[in-house]
């Protein structure tokens, strides 16, 4: 039967079956194969004359096997060659079964014969013997039939006379797969202490973390030297992948190919067995705070004298006047200890910003946030960015910027990028930047600040209650207040321009009208009030909307406040502290006041009939 394409057929899926394994040399494939069943010479290259295949006295026995032989005078030499590549395959082996029907003389010889591509050289000799038996040979080929492209093998047959006879079966060449050549992989994890991605002096690696190549299941632990490996990697294209770790972040590489957890990685090809080195990863350690991933220096995140922070963070404190105070730390920039010290990033990736409006010396509305760590110098290479909500008090305005490392005083510029002032938003914001922390304040004094300035206090009010009257339907007792005359307190001009004298006399009076109004609402009344508070009637001339700024807005907020729409409680656009800026506040006491006064529409815009209104009432 004729097997040769059947058997290369087999090789070959066999082949790339177990390609990458390691005990190759266990499975023997078979290059060549003739038992001479199928009674044709098809699987041979050469064939002479006196070799013919015949069906008697096989080595198989029976009607349907057949023979190889040689026989009678070949006059010279007649061949039975074949020609087959071993590409690929080692440890070659040719098999073969023979017996010698007549006895072969000294001058008789059956030579077996293999060729390396430019000669032959002999294996066996057949001579001057008879076999009446079969008998097989297995013959281990030498190491140049390896991988040879051109080896062939061959029966030579020198016989003298007719009665001379080689019989030949089961002839066939084994070898074993040469495996394919493989190459590996290799890289190491270090710890990037000061996240730069770049494995400097002192950054050692990091042992225990895994490492995936893709396309396999296969991977690998970093040693106590933060080494990996991966060996026998047949030819193919990979991508190197690292697993990651809670509170580690990767410095390094940081261009494509980008893994399936959204590291980065290394593409790597392996052909012809290379070696594949320097795949190497960087990662830093960090802890998370206020939206802020810092990596200490030192390694010692307890413990270092600076931190880096890796990605850009902002840190908000809301809830103050409705304004909220933002810290922006751009990536990459370095906090360090002012002296150099070591301190704990816990308590400056925890601290949450505290802000306070307060008043100035001049009772005027002043910002201070604190944001570090209080009474400890902190230094920045990079500068942040605060934007502080300072009211809208100040809008327009140009104020300065000091900072302090605690509120007992010690105000200076120095750490505030130049110019140290800001221009204050309509929205009320003051945005500067800064190199070092950590108590910045904005104010219209400045470094005169030392520290909190209580509120004017309320002028004490003595309330004698008087006897209520008779009356058919009992209602809530009356009460008469007395509020003995009181000089207007003298107020020494300031070179503010945001609150004249005239207006602080506008902004007690209010107060004053308030408090009457308060009583009054209580069922009681006040006794002499009207010598206090006869102030020339403010008469408003423009329409007023939301974000519009002005006196006139002021005056509004004054009105509504003396007329039980309370702009604020306290603080900004309370009694006193009126602005010029129409604000959702002071919407919100319009609608109020128009509901009240039955003005429709109540949508907070101060038009043609609520400027009649007030400006007759």
Known sequence: MYKKLFVFAVVAAVFVFVAGLQNIHAFVPTLFSDNFDSGSWSSWTQHDSQWSITNNDSHGNGSSHRKAQAIGDTDGSDVLREATSTVGFDTLTLNYSYKIAEKLKSDDHVYVEWYNGSSWTQLADYTNRDTSDWASVSLLLPSGANN??????????????????????????????????????????????????????????????????????????????????????????????????????????????????????????????????????????????????????SGDEHSTPCGIVLHDADVAVSGVDNGTTSIHIPAGAKTCSADGSNFDLDAIGGSTPSIDLVQDAAGRPAAVIQWGIPGYGLTFDSPITINLYVTVYWTGHTLPVYRSLNLAGGWTQDGIVPPPECVVSEAGYCTFQATKASYYLVTGVGHAYTGYVAPTPTPSVEVTPTPTPTREVLGPPTTTVEISPTPTPSVSPTPVPSQTTQQLIDSLRARLQALILQVQQMGGRVLGAEQYISPTQYTFTRNLSFGMTGEDVRQLQMYLNAHGAVVAASGVGSVEHETTYFGYATKVALIQFQKSANISPAVGYFGPVTRAYVNSH
């Not at 490492?211 to 190197?240: E, K, M, N, W």
């Open 148 to 297: 040879n492209a051109s080896f062939g093998f061959r029966f030579r047959a020198v016989l003298s006379s007719n009665q001379d006879e080689f019989q030949l079966d089961d002839v066939s060449l084994t070898g074993s797969l040469i495996p394919a050549p493989t190459g590996s992989i290799s890289g190491m994890k270090f710890n990037d202490l000061n996240a730069n991605g770049v494995k400097d002096v002192g950054e050692l690696g990091l042992a225990g973390w895994t490492v995936t190549l893709s396309g396999t299941s296969t991977t690998a632990i970093t040693d106590q030297d933060g080494d990996y490996t991966f060996s026998g990697v047949p030819d193919a294209s990979y991508t190197v992948c690292e697993n990651t770790q809670a509170t580690w972040t990767q410095t390094y590489p940081t261009s494509d190919p980008t893994c399936g957890n959204g590291t980065k990685g290394y593409s790597v090809t392996i052909s012809g067995g290379n070696t594949a080195t320097g795949n190497n990863f960087g990662n830093a350690y960090y802890i998370e705070h206020n939206g802020m991933w810092i990596v200490p220096t």
